[in-house]
Nanobody, 127 residues
Framework: QSQLAESGGGLVQPGGSLRLSCAASGFTLGYYAIAWFRQAPGKEREGVSCIGRSDGGGPRTYPDSVKGRFTISRDDAKNTAYLQMNSLKAEDTAVYYC??????????????????WGQGTQVTVSS
């Protein structure tokens, strides 16, 4: 049985930073492309970053809403992925999810392309 578990969320002031972690158990994360998604109240889930397999060069993608502020990374030896979030804004408030698919590349942010999902971690940006 495979599992992803997010951690690192919390309350932060505008302009602050957080680092989220995504730990995999029951499978080898190094064989998967990894994405981070978020869902705010009343809004649909949206992708905020993705990284391909390390043996394919680990290509990274970001939507315009987070480009220059968020950075995705992975540590295959630790079976863990990360999302570094800087210069946080109130509109970044959401539940953040990690997802994985057993392919080399991300192929966009369509939820149906990702097989394994974590339970999410809450990020709240407020004064």
């Amino acid at each position: 049985q495979s599992q992803l578990a997010e951690s690192g969320g919390g309350l932060v002031q505008p302009g602050g930073s957080l680092r989220l972690s995504c730990a995999a158990s029951g499978f080898t994360l190094g064989y998967y492309a990894i994405a981070w998604f978020r869902q705010a109240p009343g809004k649909e889930r949206e992708g905020v970053s993705c990284i391909g397999r390390s043996d394919g060069g680990g290509p990274r993608t970001y939507p315009d809403s987070v480009k220059g502020r968020f950075t995705i990374s992975r540590d295959d030896a630790k079976n863990t992925a990360y999302l570094q979030m800087n210069s946080l804004k109130a509109e970044d408030t959401a539940v953040y999810y990690c997802a994985a698919r057993p392919y080399a590349y991300c192929s966009g942010y369509e939820s149906r392309n990702y097989d394994d999902w974590g339970q999410g971690t809450q990020v709240t940006v407020s004064s």
